[in-house]
């Protein structure tokens, strides 16, 4: 069974930068789509970025367009989301989650059927 483990979040000022991995346990990570998600308190999960089993096609959510870039190395079975120029507002756990036999990524949390346990994400002002 697929288990997803994120990291590299953590505590950073407005304008820096981070930069997150979620590494999957099994060796068909090529064949399903990944996606990263945020929920700050008090708020409903929302999409951030999605890839493509494959790598070659991204979405982003608009708030975080130019500025974050999500992508995949699948020898690794790892997904990144860099992040840049961030903001308060960006202040969230943010969770991997695999779409699980589907090649193409979506922006509902609702296609998705593995989730990691998410890793924090302050941004100071």
């Known amino acids: 069974q697929v288990q997803l483990v994120e990291s590299g979040g953590g505590l950073v000022q407005a304008g820096g930068s981070l930069r997150l991995s979620c590494a999957a346990s099994e060796r068909t990570f090529s064949n399903y789509a990944m996606g990263w998600f945020r929920q700050a308190s008090g708020k409903e999960r929302e999409f951030v970025a999605g890839?493509?089993?494959?790598?070659?096609?991204?979405y982003y959510a608009d708030s975080v367009k130019g500025r974050f870039t999500i992508s995949r190395d699948n020898a690794k079975n790892t997904v990144f989301l860099q992040m840049n120029s961030l903001k308060p507002e960006d202040t969230a756990v943010y969770y991997c989650a695999a779409r699980l036999g589907y090649y193409s990524t979506s922006y509902y949390p609702h296609n998705y059927n593995k989730w990691g346990q998410g890793t924090q994400v302050t941004v100071s002002s």
């Open positions: 890839i493509s089993s494959g790598g070659g096609t991204t």
